[in-house]
Structures are given as structure tokens and as C-alpha cells.
């Protein structure tokens, strides 16, 4: 195995154990981790950048075919400017708006027990998002 990719595989190994702390954790036939947290979906995936630069890659599913309206977009782009951990992205489909909250670190080093806070504080900031804008 590559360092690349021996580096990512540790890095998603770690991250899962952190998260089965919490949660019930999937790995995909491609090595992402799929959960639910409070009806949230998410994955997160690995991904060398430049060498000895490893990082997570969190996303969740805040909620999909969503009004395409003016004032929720203005509710969601307020509530994005109020979070510490995450990008909040808004695209718009055919059958509304669909909201994701993105949040990307670099994570070699860190312990299980600060991956798994660090990991949490992201999942939990998108099920509280679903909850107040779905």
C-alpha cells in the first residue's frame, strides 16, 4: 500500500473508532464513513493533500427539498454566519433548496477522544440546523 493511501486508510480507522463512540458508524465499499445522527446523514472521507498533509472531509444532509424561497435563504445565509464548524452550502434543485454543512481539518495527530469531540461538535451543529430551518 502507498503512503497516500495508507496514511488516508489510518486517518478514516481512527476517525471511525471516534465516532463509534457515539454512533453507529458504515464503511462504503470505497473506505467513507456513512452515519445518521438525529436523522442527519453523513459521511466522512480522507484525502491527502501534499504529503504529511492528511485531512477529514465531514458532510451532512441538513435537509433537502427545502423551500426556494427568498426569506429562508436569508434564514439559512444568517444561521451559516452564526457557525464555528462548518461551511453551510445552499444549491439549488429542481424540487427546492438542498442545505449541507461541509467541514474539512486537517486530523493527523489528533487523539480519538479529540477527533471524536471535534467530529460530534460538527454533527451535532447540523442536527441542530435541520431542526431549526426544516
Not at 24 to 29: L, N, S
Not at 72 to 93: D, I, M, N, P, S
Request: with cysteine; net charge negative.
Amino acid at each position: 500500500m502507498n503512503t497516500e493511501a495508507a496514511d488516508t486508510a489510518e486517518l478514516l480507522s481512527r476517525a471511525r473508532e471516534a465516532l463509534e463512540t457515539y454512533l453507529e458508524v458504515h464503511v462504503d465499499d470505497d473506505g467513507a464513513l456513512t452515519f445518521s445522527h438525529n436523522g442527519v446523514p453523513c459521511v466522512v472521507q480522507s484525502t491527502q493533500l501534499a504529503e504529511g498533509l492528511t485531512v477529514l472531509s465531514l458532510t451532512c444532509v441538513v435537509g433537502w427539498d427545502l423551500p426556494d424561497d427568498p426569506a429562508f435563504a436569508a434564514k439559512a445565509a444568517e444561521r451559516a454566519g452564526q457557525g464555528l464548524f462548518g461551511t453551510l452550502g445552499v444549491q439549488h434543485a429542481e424540487r427546492g433548496l438542498d442545505l449541507t454543512l461541509r467541514y474539512a481539518f486537517p486530523a493527523q495527530g489528533l487523539g480519538i477522544a479529540a477527533l471524536g469531540t471535534l467530529l460530534m461538535l460538527v454533527v451535532s451543529t447540523a442536527s441542530q440546523l435541520r431542526s431549526e430551518l426544516t
